[in-house]
């Protein structure tokens, strides 16, 4: 397979032209696209036309070898031999007749400006293919490669065959009865009325400009015998004028914010042909959201969105454009930390134990055989065995009372552990509004809580999830862990162990206004980013701000990272690595992050990790 390569320095306005009759081309200036192709076709068509016997004599004149006018120069072999015709050589169709079936009806069948002297075995191997690089070495025309769809031309006539066909798709455009050809970025396009490849002719238009022997062949053909030119060979840039094919581009306003957020989105294409269909994918589900060319779009979830636009123009050519994650939908309400414990400062829960002599106890014990070998936040965690009590367990782990008074839809997330079996569960979570906060939890009311727990005898942390507390709004709630065996032996009791337990919600409307965020500048940068930013913030009056911490949420408002703010007068940062509490890599996606200190939010924005 032969490649070439389109050297910079054969730039548009270096290319050589030709000098038509002054005048020639008025009307011109400054047109491009449709309006060019139709100007230039009002130009050149009414041609002369003559006869098909008429072109053999015709192509002894315009083909002459310059340096023997016995004889003719073949255009895929380039050799120079006698022109008494065939079988010497014969009248190829450059735009392969076939292509719209024009055969050698005067008008397309005997147009001089696509017809050129070929070996007729080279010409019978090219036959009716789209012109594209590559393929097998021919073995006659050594400079041509061909496969079963396409020929190549050699190099020195790349650029004039591409201008014969740009030449024929603006001559014969189905005015007055005569066909429409049109010229595609395909191959395979037998029997219609169309030619290609267009890319690689346009590349090929550019690689290869006129040379001396194709401009004389241009004015032979207007002076002698038809009366009208190839303006393509007069100015190459006609070429890429009109067939700049489709560039396909959009923009969106806004890009970002919070849910629902409605985006008005905008068609930037550029097209050398009329655009017919407009296709948008607006939310990267590969289904079509839009066929309008300026479409709005409600988002109402939060989230990263891919954006398509497919393009199809008149001459029924796609192309499509994606910008990855361009789009990017959040949330304004990060939810507030409302209780939070990993025992790293010792235990202010209540122990109750109802039955058995064992009860829950704080640990930091990662080595033996029968606790957890990591700990999901800390050093500490609540864990409870009643392996080698006196009898079945019934013990009670209570937080201290938590105020859900300030904030809408409260959640509880922890974390859990456990190993060996036992006929029941052995694990159960509660909430109660009514807990005097001592004593015996039987005395109270108690909701049970649906949290994912680890599977029997696991041996991993397993997260609960987000448990629901919008029963308990407006009201102080205490959470109980209550563990239970039916035993005191093997395959009757069960480890269990608890930890990293989070009670968070979203701030009330007054509380939120609390936020001074016109004293603070939080921002991040950089943003996107991967694999790590940094959190800037300034603080007009930072003389009141004895501490300060960085909390980082997810979509879904769980908890990712929270890390303490290194405070350097007015100004403080933090960087962040993309991972989460335990050191583990986070996702691609957006996270929000608030500053907060002495027990108040200041500020919070919006983050974006791209991987």
């Not at 083909?63 to 023997?68: E, G």
């Not at 014969?172 to 191959?187: F, M, P, Q, S």
């Not at 479409?295 to 199809?312: A, M, V």
């Not at 569960?425 to 108690?446: E, I, R």
Request: some cysteine; charged content about 20%.
């Amino acid at each position: 397979m032969k490649f070439f390569f389109i050297l910079v320095v054969l730039l548009i306005s270096a290319m050589l032209t030709a000098d038509p009759p002054p005048g020639y081309y008025d009307g011109t200036e400054g047109l491009s696209g449709e309006t060019l192709k139709a100007a230039l076709n009002d130009i050149i068509d009414n041609h002369t036309a003559i006869s098909y016997s008429a072109a053999y004599i015709a192509l002894r004149d315009t083909d002459k070898d310059p340096a023997n006018p016995n004889n003719v120069i073949l255009l895929y072999t380039g050799w120079s031999v006698t022109n008494a015709g065939y079988p010497t050589w014969n009248r190829e169709h450059v735009w392969a007749k076939s292509h719209g079936d024009f055969g050698t009806t005067i008008g397309p069948g005997t147009d001089l400006h696509h017809l050129r002297p070929t070996d007729p075995g080279v010409n019978s191997a090219r036959g009716n293919k789209d012109f594209d690089n590559g393929g097998t070495q021919h073995p006659v025309a050594t400079g041509c490669y061909y496969d079963d769809d396409s020929w190549e031309p050699r190099d020195e006539v790349k650029g004039d065959v591409a201008r014969m066909i740009f030449y024929m798709a603006t001559r014969y455009e189905g005015e007055g009865g005569e066909i429409d050809l049109e010229v595609v970025d395909a191959v395979n396009t037998y029997p219609a009325p169309l030619h290609g490849k267009l890319s690689t002719l346009l590349e090929w238009n550019m690689f290869d400009p006129p040379d001396d022997f194709e401009e004389n062949r241009n004015d032979v053909i207007y002076e002698d015998y038809q009366g009208n030119r190839n303006p393509f060979i007069d100015n190459p840039n006609y070429v890429n004028l009109i067939w700049q094919g489709i560039t396909v581009d959009f923009s969106a306003d806004p890009t970002q914010g919070d849910a629902p957020l409605n985006v008005q989105f905008t068609d930037e294409t550029a097209s050398a042909g009329d655009i017919i269909n407009w296709s948008w994918d607006l939310d990267g589900d590969g289904i079509e959201d839009s066929n309008l060319q300026n479409p709005t779009f409600l988002y109402s979830e939060e989230g990263i969105y891919s954006i398509t636009l497919t393009i199809e123009d008149e001459f029924g050519e796609f192309s499509s454009q994606t910008k990855t994650n361009y789009i990017l939908v959040g949330s304004s309400n990060i939810p507030s930390t409302i209780f939070a414990d990993s025992f790293e400062q010792g235990l202010n829960w209540n122990i109750y134990s109802i039955s058995s002599t064992y009860n829950w106890e704080i640990s930091d014990d990662i080595s033996g055989s029968s606790h957890p070998s990591s700990v999901p936040d800390g050093e500490w965690f609540m864990y409870m065995n009643n392996y080698g009590s006196d009898t079945g367990a019934n013990d009670w782990l209570i937080s201290p009372s938590i105020d859900l008074t300030q904030h809408a839809n409260p959640y509880l997330t922890f974390q859990s552990w456990t190993k060996y079996s036992d006929s029941i569960l052995g694990f159960d979570v509660w909430a109660s509004s009514d807990y005097a906060g001592s004593g015996d939890p039987t005395l109270a009311t108690w909701q049970s809580l649906n949290a994912i727990l680890p599977t029997s005898n696991s041996t991993t942390w397993t997260s609960s999830g987000n448990v629901d507390l919008n029963e308990f709004t407006n009201d102080h709630v205490h959470i109980a862990f209550q563990y239970s065996s039916s035993g005191t032996g093997a395959s009757s009791c069960t480890a269990w162990a608890v930890d990293d337990i989070n009670v968070e919600g979203y701030e009330n409307a007054d509380i939120q206004n609390d936020l001074i965020t016109s004293n603070i500048n939080l921002s991040n940068y950089p943003n996107p980013f991967n694999p790590s930013t940094e959190f800037r913030f300034q603080i007009s009056d930072f003389s009141k701000i004895n501490s300060a911490e960085l909390t980082i949420y997810n979509l879904k408002g769980q908890l990712i990272k929270n890390t303490s703010v290194i405070l350097n007068g007015v100004e403080g940062s933090v960087t962040w690595e993309g991972t989460d509490n335990n050191g583990q890599p986070v996702s691609t996606g957006i996270y929000m992050y608030r500053l907060s200190a002495n027990g108040k939010n200041l500020a919070s924005n919006k983050c974006l990790l791209l991987k």
